[in-house]
Nanobody
Framework: QVQLVESGGGLVQAGGSLRLSCAAS????????MGWYRQAPGKQRELVAA???????NYADSVKGRFTISRDNAKNTVYLQMNSLKPEDTAVYYC?????????WGQGTQVTVSS
């Protein structure tokens, strides 16, 4: 089992920045990759960014150049630095951990970007 606890969401004006954190605990040795997903009202959950245990990263086209995913292995924490935020980035952001074939999810943190 893996437990994920997110923090760092909030309300920010367009053009501003936020950093999300996701602390993992439990069977962290089994995690292959971690990522951030988001879900806006009335829309499907979508991948925002992911990072593998080897450090490879992947981003949604809509956030490339604005968001950066990183990990601190000593703290078992993954971060999502979000810059140049836009109103369309407003969503609940979920941390995800993949321990094939299992997926674990955090409780979600709200990010609201005002215009």
């Amino acid at each position: 089992q893996v437990q994920l606890v997110e923090s760092g969401g909030g309300l920010v004006q367009a053009g501003g920045s936020l950093r999300l954190s996701c602390a993992a605990s439990g069977s962290i040795f089994s995690i292959n990759a971690m990522g951030w997903y988001r879900q806006a009202p009335g829309k499907q959950r979508e991948l925002v960014a992911a990072i593998t245990s080897g450090g490879s990263t992947n981003y949604a086209d809509s956030v490339k150049g604005r968001f950066t995913i990183s990990r601190d292995n000593a703290k078992n924490t993954v971060y999502l630095q979000m810059n140049s935020l836009k109103p369309e980035d407003t969503a609940v952001y979920y941390c995800n951990a993949e321990s094939y074939p299992l997926q674990y999810w955090g409780q979600g943190t709200q990010v609201t970007v005002s215009s």
